[in-house]
């Protein structure tokens, strides 16, 4: 590797680690269970890679690139649920284990997609669990939202319109 990546993964690592332990100490959330996640998305990179060049297509390092930063970008969430209970005063650890938990099973579930489809060549239809979780949580906090609005105006007839 070229050392001026290797002292800019170097430094990125410095940087970065610490804060985000603090972070999630900060924010009670499982560092175990941030640990496994993230082992589990490096190997469903990989396996993805793999599957990709089986299934006949070529090796792009700028879609495996994206492919990790949008799963990197993924652990925001569970940090942005933890950091509006904190500031709202809510317990929400219950809900970001789940989170965290529905991430994991995931990555498992993509994991063994990504093989089964390598290993006899074919191209399966993935079951996006995370979308399904992304509307799920984005429904329930536009019901708080709009609950706490009702509640700041005193009726029960306020509507958001476009």
Known sequence: MEPIKERFIELFKFL???????MFDYLKIDQNMIEVLSILMAIDSVLGGIKSVRLGGKWNFSVLLWGIV???????????????????GYEFEILVKLVLGLMIVSEGYSIVTNYYSAK???????FDVIS????????????????AVKEIEGQNDCEIKK
């Open 132 to 147: 399904l979780m992304l509307q799920s949580i984005r429904n329930r906090l536009k019901k708080i939202a709009m609950t």
């Open 16 to 22: 970065l680690y610490p804060i985000t332990i603090f």
């Open 70 to 88: 949008l799963k990197i970008s993924l652990l925001f969430l569970p940090v942005t649920l933890a950091l509006m209970a904190k500031a709202l």
């Open 120 to 126: 006899n060549k074919i191209k399966l239809d993935k």
